[in-house]
């Protein structure tokens, strides 16, 4: 049993765009206020088992 909600921020769409396809639920978006886009994203995991993480070598460029 979970004694707290797991957050995690993801500052990128690409990022975020893993974070749900990993199955983490998003919950806000934050804007600034002179542009359109998004400029970080809330992520909560809300299933029972163990929150999943980014492989972030898929992130990193060589």
Known sequence: ???KPQMIKAHSKQIADEYLRLGWTLRQT???TDED???EYL???L???EPLN???SKFTHR
């Open 1 to 3: 049993m979970k004694t």
């Open 30 to 32: 934050f804007r600034a």
């Open 37 to 39: 886009e998004p400029y």
């Open 43 to 45: 992520f909560e995991w």
């Open 47 to 49: 299933r029972d088992d």
């Open 54 to 56: 980014i492989d972030w």
